[in-house]
């Protein structure tokens, strides 16, 4: 407690009036001076009991209001990051399928191409194989490797069985184009 006594102090010790002499004594004086102060305090700041009640219900409402704009904010703000995150998800989804016909079609793509080039090859051998037969010799190769040309007998054909590879590596190859289309094994 402070040294002097403080009006606080002199207001809760003087109110202690049981008897009528104590509140027209000394007490009682002190009392009603501490009490004139409040109330010239609030007379010269308009603070009436009415207007203070007023506000105290106002202050409560608006207290109210607060925290309901707050709980209403923060539901408002975890809503949203749902639906944030909701649409994330489904933008990866729909990527991930996007890339996965990318990556599907690169796929046939590559395949396509490999069967072109497996085309080129066969083709490339046909007409080697006919150059071969007009110019009447045979390629032999020995086990270590060498080439030797020898001349080709008479009843053989070197471009007819080269043919019948190329006519089913281009069925195979518009099997890949059109996939609606019955494979030759089908058809047999």
């Known amino acids: 407690?402070?040294?002097?006594?403080?009006l606080l102090?002199?207001?809760?010790?003087?109110?202690?009036?049981?008897?009528?002499?104590?509140?027209?004594?000394?007490?009682?004086?002190?009392?009603?001076?501490a009490?004139?102060?409040?109330?010239?305090?609030?007379?010269e700041h308009h603070l009436r009991p009415k207007d203070i009640a007023e506000e105290g219900i106002e202050l409560g409402?608006?207290?109210?209001?607060?925290?309901?704009?707050?709980?209403y904010a923060t539901a408002l703000k975890d809503f949203a990051d749902a639906e944030q995150k909701t649409i994330e998800t489904e933008f990866q989804r729909r990527s991930?399928?996007?890339?996965?016909?990318?990556?599907?079609?690169?796929?046939?793509?590559?395949?396509?191409?490999?069967?072109?080039a497996e085309l080129k090859v066969i083709e490339a051998e046909v007409q080697l194989r006919q150059k071969l037969t007009e110019a009447g010799v045979i390629l032999y190769r020995d086990s270590a490797g060498n080439l030797t040309a020898l001349s080709l007998p008479?009843?053989?054909?070197?471009?007819r069985p080269a043919e019948r590879r190329l006519?089913?590596?281009?069925?195979?190859?518009?099997a890949l184009d059109d996939p609606h289309q019955p494979s030759s094994s089908a058809e047999d």
């Open 96 to 116: 991930l399928e996007s890339k996965v016909r990318r990556e599907e079609a690169q796929a046939q793509k590559e395949e396509v191409e490999v069967r072109l």
């Open 154 to 159: 008479p009843s053989c054909d070197l471009v």
């Open 1 to 6: 407690m402070p040294d002097g006594p403080s």
């Open 167 to 174: 006519i089913e590596a281009r069925q195979d190859a518009g």
């Open 9 to 33: 102090t002199r207001i809760v010790a003087s109110i202690r009036a049981l008897l009528p002499s104590d509140w027209f004594g000394r007490a009682g004086q002190r009392f009603r001076d």
């Open 35 to 43: 009490t004139q102060a409040v109330s010239d305090f609030a007379e």
């Open 61 to 71: 409402r608006r207290k109210l209001e607060g925290l309901a704009n707050q709980e």
